[in-house]
């Protein structure tokens, strides 16, 4: 049986850098609070002439492809995690598709927000097992920033959430590495509470001014339930990870887990018993991205050479759906 390794991660985010104190300037909200809630000091917001959820994605593929020596042609489809599409429809897989030049090739939007990029990357593992394709592009790109309520009633969201793209390169692997296994979970009880209603279906008009005026476009969530969720289930998922592969968390080289809130990842850290140094992050400078912030931080880690040869390493994400996830890399 084939398993699928990553040849090669990149990622890109927006020039235009929101710091703190940018954020004081249009909302009730300070530097201390955000930095001492959140952890996050500054964040990449799109810059409207020049970014697309497409377009970031596919520089990241670039980035990529180069650091795995692949050719573009070499890739037999895509799969993109989004849940801030270009479009309405059709998703911005195929947007990408289009931009790399690769017409023909399959592409499959995920809507999975924060677990969305190991949603796609288990999707592409199991494409790769079952034979079927041999080089998949895997990437999560999202364009936040234009969601957010910028007032003070919407400042719970407005301070985290943030933009940019990070993709991989998973190839057939015939040496027993690679992607260990993936593991997916949603609870659709929860979904109300971090969601965004307009535009919805299942309404006798779509658009309205009324619509417009009630806030439904914007990005709504429960913050504390968020939290108290997020903490049981990262630890959760990770267990069961380790569980399968016959491993424990001190076998962890890097644990990389989708960057919702530093204080998040420093409760999964110590539940874990993992020191510091197993545990990257990188929200104080890129904030919460979605289905971007894995590959995103995979992808600074590799550049600082925190990923090294045959280390184990765990994905792990919570968010939106509930939905929540996590893999382990032999890398
Ligand atoms: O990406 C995956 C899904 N998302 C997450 O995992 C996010 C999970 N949740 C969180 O990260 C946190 O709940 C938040 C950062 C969103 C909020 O932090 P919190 O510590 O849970 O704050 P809170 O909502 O309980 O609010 C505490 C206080 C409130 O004031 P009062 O009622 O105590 O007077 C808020 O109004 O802080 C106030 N507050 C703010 N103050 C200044 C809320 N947001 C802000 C803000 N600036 N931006």
């Avoid at 080289?253 to 545990?279: T, W, Y």
Wanted: charge should be negative; charged fraction near 25%; proline fraction near 2%.
């Amino acid at each position: 049986m084939y398993t699928s390794k990553i040849e090669g991660i990149g990622h890109y985010v927006p020039e235009n850098i929101v710091k703190n104190g940018d954020l004081e300037k249009i909302m009730d909200t300070s530097d201390k609070w955000i930095v001492e809630r959140t952890g996050i000091e500054e964040r990449r917001w799109f810059d409207p002439e020049k970014d697309t959820v497409a377009n970031m994605g596919t520089r990241a593929a670039k980035m990529a492809l180069e650091r795995a020596n692949t050719d573009v042609n070499e890739i037999d489809f895509i799969v993109f995690a989004t849940i801030t599409p270009d479009y309405f429809f059709p998703g911005s897989g195929v947007l990408m598709q289009r931009e790399l030049g690769l017409q023909g090739i399959g592409a499959l939007d995920i809507r999975n927000a924060c677990s969305g990029f190991i949603y796609a990357l288990s999707t592409a593992d199991q494409f790769i097992k079952s034979g079927m394709y041999k080089t998949v592009l895997v990437v999560g790109a999202e364009i936040q920033s234009s969601a957010l309520d910028k007032s003070t009633e919407g400042r719970s969201s407005a301070i985290i959430f943030a933009d940019g793209a990070g993709a991989a390169v998973l190839k057939r692997n015939e040496e027993g590495s690679g992607v260990l296994s993936t593991h997916l979970h949603a609870d659709g009880d929860f979904a109300e509470e971090l969601y965004m209603k307009d535009p919805g279906s299942s309404r006798e008009v779509r658009l309205s001014k009324d619509l417009l005026d009630s806030g439904s476009f914007n990005v709504v969530m429960n913050g504390n339930v968020v939290f108290k969720h997020a903490i049981v289930r990262f630890k959760e998922v990770i267990e069961e990870a380790l569980l399968k592969n016959e491993l424990a968390a001190e076998d962890i080289d890097l644990l990389i887990p989708h960057q919702a809130n530093l204080r998040i990842s420093n409760f999964v850290q110590k539940q874990m018993g993992l020191p510091e140094n197993k545990v990257f992050n990188n929200i104080m400078h890129v904030g919460n991205t979605t289905a971007a912030s894995i590959p995103i931080a995979m992808s600074q880690a590799w550049e600082q050479g925190r990923i090294k040869e045959n280390d184990l390493l765990c994905l792990a994400a919570f968010g939106s759906g509930f939905t929540w996830a996590s893999a382990l890399i032999r890398w």
